[in-house]
């Protein structure tokens, strides 16, 4: 009596879907892998060909879906103010909302991959397709340290803005122009120069003990100054190192 392998009715689909060439490939490899004569080399190799078969073949669907894709993927509206610079922007979950549903109707799918560096935040966008092809996209960040944030808040922060880019970045969506900074200020733009910094920290050594107390617990240290308060500080450091010096 013959046997017959019962598929599920998936995996029959599947396989219908997949080119003349790929069943005929895998119908090959199943008779040898049977046969107690084959060649374990000869069929390591038709195995890696049909591996590479199946990744072209992927690709291909990646690429044609995608293609697609960006016929229904439209600008993201900007709809949240930035409390710092005062303009719009689109926030993450305004590009989720406006994406998810595209991306579902074609086969894709986004993860981030974020590791911590010592020179701030890696964030990488994986956009995956249903047919097994995937692309990725690594963005690196310095820390948005803004006055009065925590280390978390500023990880949270960084985080939360390079997912927003990768993401845009891998689905080539818009928020309106190409010029959208203004969800994230860089640190170098919000904190004073390194010349700053030292300025600064050579009036506090000429302050009194006191002072230097209240300015560690009010700002940490000089390379901590936002630019905005850089003036007014260095005014009031100055007046304490003189008021210092008449002592």
């Given at each position: 009596?013959?046997?017959?392998i019962?598929m599920?009715?998936?995996r029959?689909?599947?396989?219908?879907?997949?080119?003349?060439?790929?069943?005929?490939?895998l119908?090959?490899?199943?008779r040898l892998?049977?046969d107690?004569?084959?060649d374990?080399?000869?069929?390591?190799?038709l195995?890696?060909?049909q591996?590479?078969?199946e990744?072209?073949?992927?690709?291909?669907?990646f690429?044609?879906?995608?293609a697609e894709?960006?016929?229904?993927?439209?600008?993201v509206?900007?709809r949240?103010?930035?409390?710092h610079?005062k303009?719009?922007?689109?926030?993450?979950?305004?590009?989720?909302?406006?994406?998810?549903?595209v991306m579902?109707?074609?086969?894709f799918?986004v993860s981030f991959?974020?590791?911590?560096?010592?020179?701030?935040?890696?964030i990488?966008?994986?956009l995956?397709?249903?047919?097994?092809?995937?692309?990725?996209?690594?963005?690196?960040?310095?820390?948005?340290?803004g006055?009065?944030?925590s280390?978390?808040?500023?990880?949270?922060?960084?985080?939360?803005?390079?997912?927003?880019?990768v993401?845009?970045a891998?689905l080539?969506?818009t928020?309106g122009?190409?010029?959208d900074?203004?969800g994230?200020?860089e640190?170098?733009?919000q904190?004073?120069?390194?010349?700053?910094?030292?300025q600064?920290?050579?009036l506090?050594?000429?302050?009194s003990?006191t002072?230097?107390?209240k300015?560690?617990?009010l700002?940490?240290?000089?390379?901590?100054?936002?630019?905005e308060?850089f003036?007014?500080?260095?005014a009031?450091?100055?007046?304490s190192a003189n008021?210092?010096?008449?002592?």
């Amino acid at each position: 009596m013959s046997q017959e392998i019962i598929m599920p009715l998936e995996r029959d689909r599947q396989i219908s879907a997949q080119p003349a060439q790929e069943i005929s490939m895998l119908s090959t490899i199943s008779r040898l892998a049977l046969d107690p004569r084959c060649d374990m080399d000869k069929l390591e190799r038709l195995i890696k060909l049909q591996d590479r078969m199946e990744a072209k073949s992927a690709l291909e669907a990646f690429n044609a879906a995608f293609a697609e894709m960006q016929c229904e993927m439209s600008s993201v509206e900007k709809r949240t103010e930035n409390t710092h610079t005062k303009k719009m922007y689109a926030d993450l979950d305004d590009i989720n909302y406006a994406v998810r549903p595209v991306m579902a109707k074609f086969g894709f799918g986004v993860s981030f991959k974020i590791v911590n560096q010592a020179a701030g935040v890696s964030i990488t966008g994986i956009l995956m397709h249903k047919a097994g092809h995937r692309e990725e996209t690594t963005m690196i960040l310095p820390l948005d340290t803004g006055a009065g944030r925590s280390a978390v808040q500023s990880v949270g922060s960084t985080t939360t803005y390079g997912k927003r880019y990768v993401m845009c970045a891998l689905l080539n969506i818009t928020s309106g122009d190409d010029n959208d900074n203004d969800g994230y200020v860089e640190p170098s733009d919000q904190l004073v120069t390194q010349a700053q910094a030292k300025q600064l920290q050579a009036l506090l050594e000429k302050c009194s003990e006191t002072a230097k107390g209240k300015f560690a617990e009010l700002y940490g240290k000089p390379a901590s100054i936002t630019k905005e308060n850089f003036d007014a500080v260095l005014a009031a450091l100055t007046k304490s190192a003189n008021t210092n010096k008449q002592v």
